[in-house]
């Protein structure tokens, strides 16, 4: 690999001539630049940029940390900071926590040698859980910047992009109270999540506000190693009377669809259904699922813009928190 000091040798001039003249400085002579830029155009030599980056304290690259690839929403979400930090000039390295907690602090760690200039990350499943934020707090501490987006803790001082996940839930509640519901159950295998625990929280103002509302709010939590098939068959056997369904997973919603017309409901004649999840599942339903669309395009997008807003404005005391406000998709699973 050539480097500085070897074009210096061969032109016996200082690395700093060399390197001055590859900058077109003023203070070397034309005939120098001419000499310095043509032996470098000859011998192929390309400027170190992990050197420069450290140099100018500044790598143009973002780290991204997401919980789970195979989720359509960060799949998506991924998709939507690389678009966006490209258009800004910037690079990202993504890592994977895989929902873990020590997977998450080792990719902190790993990245925060200097090879990114801040993160954008929503936080493992495992570390929501715990509430040990300290690994978070550690990098905050050395003044690398960091977005967190979709699962975040108000334990964290710092930047945010957030869905309304309560507005969201709440919403679709109403809207089944509208259709005239008397029995609204809500599913959820992210209970333990903070964007869980929002949705859940959505759902229970609703019915709690509805005057013409008498049975009892009925959530049905499913663990992580839980089948979801089996609780939900079981939903429909012990509660017969159901007439309206919210799910706020990703996966929920189309299971309790394909349940209901099994058992021979008429969707959605005696049962209405909601799902909290993208366009990834319409192509498998009969009907159309009714979703909450959480836009994450443009989730992704102000969580890049809110990095870069603060990497330009470091001296920024004040923290912003972005909030996405949620859609309710209807279509053929609702009246």
Do not use: W
Request: net charge negative; charged share 25%; glycine share 4%.
């Amino acid at each position: 690999m050539v480097t500085l000091k070897h074009l210096a040798e061969q032109l016996n001039v200082s690395v700093s001539t060399v390197s001055k003249a590859l900058h077109d400085s003023d203070e070397i002579s034309p005939d120098t630049i001419e000499r310095v830029k043509a032996l470098a155009k000859f011998l192929n030599y390309k400027p170190n940029q992990l050197a420069v980056s450290l140099k100018n304290s500044k790598t143009n690259t973002i780290g991204v940390i997401i919980p789970n690839i195979l989720n359509h929403f960060f799949a998506k979400a991924l998709f939507a900071i690389e678009q966006e930090a490209n258009k800004q000039g910037y690079n990202i390295i993504t890592c994977l926590s895989n929902e873990l907690y020590a997977k998450e602090v080792n990719s902190l760690q790993l990245l925060s040698n200097g090879s990114v200039d801040g993160f954008i990350m929503s936080i493992a499943e495992e570390t929501q859980i715990s509430n040990n934020l300290d690994h978070i707090e550690a990098i905050l501490k050395q003044h690398v910047p960091i977005v967190l987006f979709d699962r975040v803790s108000e334990k964290i001082t710092t930047d945010k992009v957030i869905i309304d996940d309560f507005d969201a839930a709440y919403q679709a509640t109403n809207h089944l109270l509208s259709e005239g519901r008397k029995h609204i159950v809500l599913i959820s295998n992210i209970d333990e999540l903070s964007v869980g625990k929002l949705r859940t929280n959505g759902y229970h103002e609703a019915l709690k506000e509805a005057k013409n509302y008498d049975s009892e709010p009925l959530v049905i939590a499913i663990k992580r190693d839980g089948s979801i098939e089996a609780e939900i068959e079981k939903l429909f056997k012990d509660h017969a009377a159901i007439d309206g369904i919210i799910a706020i997973d990703n996966t929920s919603g189309v299971v309790a669809l394909h349940k209901a017309l099994k058992l021979n409901y008429k969707v959605p004649e005696d049962l209405s259904i909601i799902g909290f999840s993208d366009e990834n599942v319409l192509q498998f339903t009969d009907p159309k699922l009714s979703t909450i669309s959480q836009h994450t395009i443009d989730v992704g997008k102000a969580s890049v813009e809110l990095l870069i807003n603060r990497l330009q404005n470091k001296s920024e005391t004040s923290t912003e928190i972005k909030t996405i406000k949620a859609q309710l998709q209807l279509r053929g699973t609702t009246k």
